[in-house]
């Protein structure tokens, strides 16, 4: 009953008026490219929250390229989405309610969430945002996985070293333009590959990349990237894969680090895509490659999340935003990502 009293009130507000939520589902999974038809609208009952659970009005919902893989039904190191039930992905909201002793109403807490608007969550799935003087929605980018992402993958794979070159793809996107900035603090000469002129602009004129270039408007980059690396590359953040990758292969230098952390251009294919074989380059360059998954540091994320939060405060960390409003905007933004539709953090505000 409390449950549903708490509803009202916001429905006096104007906000809803009934105790069911909306939801988003997975309707169907795509065969190639994603589109609208995969999702569907519904209506779904909000249970009572149960002991340790929290009933969270959600308030900003991250969409991610690794959801389109959870559309299909194959194994990976998380769950695919089933058929018929709600999408779910990083999220920011309020506490209306709570029956778990970590958290009281009105504590703005993040983790994975139902793309609904609101949500029974267990507490354990849950952590109270701890920097309150930023936006709650940075808990989704710089100071969320995004953020994470960036920082593991470039420190602890990449191991820039001052003076080197290190080199980005989907630079202007969420992870990218975090990565990118990370390596130019840490004193290296960093090349971003994206999608635009603009973005381009955007990554040397504010986020201090030494070059960029547009991929799209260079479909062979790899003159480009001699041109933008004339000492060659020893670190590659690889946010993509594809013809990008390939490219930068011929660059990399002796005892180089690939960092394999996405592979975008892949994610809509359905075919496994098999290029030119090009290891031979990490044999004779001795290069290190690594894939990661940024949950195999989740006992550091607070350290990490320490020091992303003072190079944001400090002017160091630029944080970008592409911000669309409305639930019913979901899936399209999530389709956007495909088409480059983002600079920085692509989030959805409820
Ligand atoms: N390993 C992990 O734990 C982990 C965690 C988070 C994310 N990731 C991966 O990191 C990568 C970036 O994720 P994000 O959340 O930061 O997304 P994002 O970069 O903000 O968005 C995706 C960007 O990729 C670019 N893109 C899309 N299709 C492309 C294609 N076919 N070829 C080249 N570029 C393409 C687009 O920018 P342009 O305009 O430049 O094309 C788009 O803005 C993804 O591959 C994701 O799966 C990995």
Redesign the pocket.
Known sequence: MILFGHIQRQHKKGILMTDKTRAVLLKSRPSGQISAENFAFTEIRLPAPAEDQVLVEIKYLSV???MRNRMNDMKSYIEPYALGQPVSGDAVGQVLESRSPAFRPGDWVAGMMPWQEHAVIPGSCLHKIEFTDVSPAVYLGILG??GL?AYF?LLEIGKPVSGETVVI????????SIAGQIAAIKGCHVTGI???DE?CTYLTEILGFRNAIN?KSHPNIRKQLRQACPAGIDVYFD??G?D?SDSVMFYLNDYARIVL?????LYNSNRLSIGPRLFAQLIIHRVLMQG????DYTERYPEARRQLYQWLKEGKLVNRETTIEGFDNLPGALIG??????TG??IVKL
């Open positions: 991610d390229p690794y996985l995004t992402t993958g793809s989907a630079a202007a996107g969420a992870v990218g994206a999608g635009s973005k991929y946010n993509v594809g990008i952390c996405g592979q975008i251009a990661f998954i940024v949950y990502l495909f088409t480059g539709n983002n953090k692509q």
